[in-house]
């Protein structure tokens, strides 16, 4: 209920001078009803004055509010922020992704060996070749690649087998060129299969491309002996799982250990032997790729759209929910908390000038 100033300063008159009035008849007269029916004026009064009128309405509003608030707790405890700052790092013995753009190798590469299928073109300087080989396969001491690079969208699965990379790259194409020197060539084609020396002495430049497969995907493998290190990638759709027999469609984890830290929250899940682990990045800071013993080494840092890890069939959502995001965000603390400071003071301020 509002009243206006005029009526609240008379109610507020009425009032005192009722009490005071029933004071005087209770102790000069002893009428005790005439105070009675003063007292009974006072008491309403003051209650229109503090906003006690009783009102249906304002039960109703108490109601709704009630129900709101145990809406945005629900809410804030069980849904999922839709995006969330992680870092994690992974030992593995595949990984799979696809590129967001296209990638290129920020430093040569030594290898003992390549080999691809599925080429489109293959130039070779001091080769008059006819048509192009299916596969290429090369072999020697002092072969580099100082150039390579895969295109956006690329599918990618990594494995390590041995002394040996391999790459399983669908729906994208795999570029380059090889400095060989001092090694064995070896051309397979449709009908012909032909071999060639390269000497030693001034590298010969060999440029490759593959074909972009999306049924059979181009085959690379690299024979890598020393350490090596590929970043730079902008990536997402990441996983570590590999078929467990071709085109069976039974996926198992080739996770042996990891970690994976929720940036926003500061928690941390350990990543056990056998557990999946799947993402979706829509901005990847860092992704590197290190070879670890027998293991690919993975690191990744960015924003993620969903993450889920666990046991197969039992994964959980391992993205922060809303009470758990807000619970640590000291500036929206700070900034909330003044808010609520302000307007107790503005409130204070009005009742009081009431």
Known sequence: MSLDHDIRQQLKKNAEKCTHEAARLLLEEGNLAAAKDKLAYAKIAKHLLAGEEASPSRHYLAIVISFLCLLLAGFALTVHVPSTEVGLEI???TVSFQLERGWENNA????????INNLEDFIVPFLDLDN???VIEITGKNLVLPVFGLSAGAQIEMELQGEKLSMYIDNGVFRGEIYAADAHLLL???????EINILDGIPETLQFVSQKQTLDPVKVELGVSEMWNISAMQ????DFAKESFPSSGNFVSTIKKGKVKLLETGQSVEINKGEFLHFMANNSKRFE????GDKLNVIFSGTVNSIKAGPEGFERNLAPTWLEYLHHQKQLTLFWS???FLWGLFWSVRNFRS
């Open 108 to 115: 040569p590469l030594s290898i003992q060996s390549i080999y």
């Open 91 to 93: 030992e593995a013995g």
């Open 188 to 194: 397979e084609g449709e009908s012909e299969t032909r």
């Open 289 to 292: 790729i290190t070879r670890k």
């Open 338 to 340: 003044s808010v609520v």
């Open 235 to 238: 990536v997402y759709k990441l």
């Open 132 to 134: 192009t080989p299916e």
